[in-house]
Each structure stands twice: as structure tokens, then as C-alpha cells.
């Protein structure tokens, strides 16, 4: 009984060594024109893939500039997409950066930001980081280059978040 129990546990650690394997191998092969690191047909629309992946299936290029900056966040996400703050659904959240600072999230479902924003201010807080009010929003939120065909796939994405 105790052989067994031993032969079960090394295949079963053979087994996670060849899953984790794997999952770095496909990590490795982040392409970002064609396809994503979540392989093809990981996303119902163009929209979504940008907010995840910050990648476009056109093939155009999706920068940004500012963002945080402390060491700590940099060093552990790499490329930000909207997901890595505002969350998988949009509902934002508390981040910790390291040295005991906090970086918050909005939310920016359009249930949440719809009577403030409209397109044309959905543009210009994503690009120039210009809130509705005339202030500028924290240089948490990075200032992104994104074309206007992808920023309104991004919206119309956005837009179909519950
Ligand atoms: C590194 C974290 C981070 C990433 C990545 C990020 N944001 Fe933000 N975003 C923020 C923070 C923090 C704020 C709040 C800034 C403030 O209130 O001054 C914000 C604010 C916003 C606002 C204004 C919300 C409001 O109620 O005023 C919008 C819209 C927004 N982000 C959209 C996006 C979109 C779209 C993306 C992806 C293209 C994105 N953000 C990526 C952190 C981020």
C-alpha cells in the first residue's frame, strides 16, 4: 500500500512538472500580432482582447506612457492592459505597489461611468488622461496610444460588461 501511495505521488509530481512546463512554454510564445499568449479564439471580439492584452487584432500598435511607477508593480505585470487595474470585469479594485502605497481602481463598467462619459470623453481620458471635470486623472492610469478604431472596439467592449 505504502508503494503505491509513493508511485502515485511521483506520477502525480511528473504530472504538474509536465502541466507547468507547458503553461511556460506557451507563455513564451507571445506574439503580438497574431494571436495572444491566451491562444486564438480566446476572445469573443476585438474590444475584449485589447482590455485584456492591450493587443489589437489588426495588427496596430498599443502603447502607453506614465503609469506607475513604482518598482514593485512594474517588475511584476510587464505590459498593462486595462484588466491588470480595473479587474476582469471591470469593477476595478485596490492594488498594492510596494512600499505600503495603494493604487485604486475605478470602476469603469458603463453602469458605473455612463452619465459622466460619453465617447469623445472616453477618448480623451484614455489618451490624455483628461477627466470630464477638466483635471487630469492620476499618472496611475497610463496614458494610452491606441488607434480610434480600437478604442472604440475597446468602448463597445466595455459597454457590454454587466
Ligand atoms: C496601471 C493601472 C491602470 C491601467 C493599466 C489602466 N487604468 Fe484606467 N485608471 C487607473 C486609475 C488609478 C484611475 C483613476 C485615476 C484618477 O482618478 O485620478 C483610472 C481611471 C480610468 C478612467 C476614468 C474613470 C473615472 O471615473 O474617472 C477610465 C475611463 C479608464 N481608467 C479607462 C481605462 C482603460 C480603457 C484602460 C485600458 C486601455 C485602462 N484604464 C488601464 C488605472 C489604470
Redesign the pocket.
Known amino acids: 500500500m505504502k508503494r503505491i501511495n509513493k508511485y502515485f505521488a511521483i506520477s502525480l509530481f511528473v504530472i504538474m512538472l509536465a502541466a507547468l512546463i507547458t503553461s511556460c512554454a506557451s507563455l513564451s510564445k507571445n506574439d503580438s500580432t497574431n494571436g495572444t499568449t491566451w491562444g486564438t479564439g480566446a476572445f469573443g471580439s476585438n474590444g475584449e482582447r485589447?482590455?485584456f492584452t492591450?493587443t489589437s487584432e489588426r495588427g496596430s500598435k498599443?502603447t502607453?506612457d506614465e503609469?506607475?511607477t513604482s518598482n514593485a508593480?512594474m517588475m511584476s505585470?510587464g505590459q498593462?492592459?486595462?484588466?491588470?487595474?480595473?479587474g476582469p470585469d471591470g469593477s476595478?479594485g485596490e492594488?498594492g505597489m510596494g512600499q505600503m502605497q495603494v493604487?485604486?481602481?475605478?470602476?469603469?463598467r458603463w453602469s458605473?461611468?455612463g452619465e459622466?462619459?460619453d465617447a469623445k470623453?472616453?477618448n480623451l481620458?484614455?489618451t490624455k488622461?483628461e477627466?470630464?471635470d477638466g483635471?487630469?486623472?492620476?499618472?496611475?492610469?497610463?496614458r494610452?496610444q491606441?488607434s480610434d478604431e480600437d478604442?472604440t472596439d475597446?468602448?463597445d467592449y466595455?459597454k457590454t460588461l454587466p
Not at 483635471?135 to 497610463?142: A, E
Request: proline content about 8%.
Open positions: 485589447i482590455y492591450s498599443i502607453y503609469g506607475p508593480w505585470s498593462l492592459a486595462c484588466a491588470s487595474c480595473h476595478g492594488h493604487m485604486t481602481a475605478p470602476d469603469i458605473a461611468i459622466e462619459f470623453l472616453f481620458a484614455v488622461g477627466d470630464p483635471s487630469q486623472l492620476s499618472t496611475d492610469m497610463p494610452w491606441i478604442l475597446l468602448l466595455i
